[in-house]
């Protein structure tokens, strides 16, 4: 059961509404269980296509309707005025062929995230509040507020999904935040990266092996691929969702497993 509704995040879009997806297991309304919760960037594209911005969505309605997984999503809409998105989605200012300089908002977004929506899921929905229950996961410049997140805030955050995340916005940054990061015992990073993107960014590769290997060496437990043929798109992602949830540990169908 998906509920879409719309949300305001007045510390950086003031009154303007977006939309929210909240993703429930199918038998949520006739159980009294309680769910761990996985909270996405680019909510309008990961469960319609009518609402993504490139008419193909992640196809996470499909992946939850087919493997029931025992979990809460919510997923929130991006900022698309201007460089909103790119805003939003950044811990770090840096500079983007075309659009300038790109102001960093990211801590703003985590703060609202953390601050105000994740005490607003807790409230209205049956879920398992601990950080041991609670991922966060995103693609591209949300695969880095998801990296971002589970280092910054690895008090709220357990695991995260990051799939192709732009680490080349910021050389260096990503692995100087590990090093300096307080992780808890047993934090999951899966990560990976198609192969053909891999030519989108000179920068990449040299960034990708860098971070893995700040991540081993601070003990996190780490999934990195690279996806042969995969490309920097929603198709692309959607068919990597069974291989992060595995990964994640998120594939269990009954909660007492958790």
């Known amino acids: 059961m998906i509920i879409k509704e719309w949300v305001k995040i007045p510390s950086l879009t003031g009154e303007r509404q977006r939309r929210i997806y909240y993703c429930l297991p199918k038998d949520y309304d006739s159980s009294q269980a309680s769910y761990p919760v996985l909270y996405m960037y680019d909510g309008h594209n990961v469960f319609y296509d009518s609402d993504a911005t490139y008419g193909k969505s992640w196809g996470m309605k499909e992946y939850v309707e087919r493997e029931n997984p025992a979990l809460i999503i919510v997923a929130v809409e991006c900022n698309h005025e201007g460089n909103g998105r790119l805003e939003e989605y950044t811990p770090w200012p840096f ?19 953390i601050d105000v929506l994740k005490p607003m899921v807790d409230r209205r929905f049956r879920t398992r509040s601990q950080r041991e229950y609670t991922y966060i996961c995103g693609s591209s410049m949300g695969g880095l507020m998801a ?4 280092c910054r805030f690895n008090h709220v955050f357990s695991r995260a999904a990051a799939l192709s995340p732009s680490l080349w916005v910021a050389p260096g940054k990503a692995v100087n935040m590990i090093r300096e990061a307080g992780f808890a015992p047993e934090t999951i ?7 053909e993107e891999m030519k989108n960014h000179p920068l990449i590769e040299d960034e990708l092996k860098k971070t893995a290997g700040a991540l081993l060496d601070r003990q996190v437990y780490l ?4 996806v042969p043929g995969g490309q920097h798109c929603e198709a692309s992602w959607e068919r990597q969702i069974p291989v992060f949830m595995r990964c994640l540990q998120l594939e269990r169908r009954q909660t007492d497993e958790y």
């Open 95 to 113: 500079n983007a062929r075309g659009l300038g300089h790109i102001r960093a908002r990211g801590d703003i977004y985590m703060e609202w995230m």
């Open 147 to 150: 990296l971002y997140g589970v």
């Open 189 to 195: 990073v899966y990560m990976d990266y198609g192969s």
């Open 223 to 226: 999934c990195l691929r690279i």
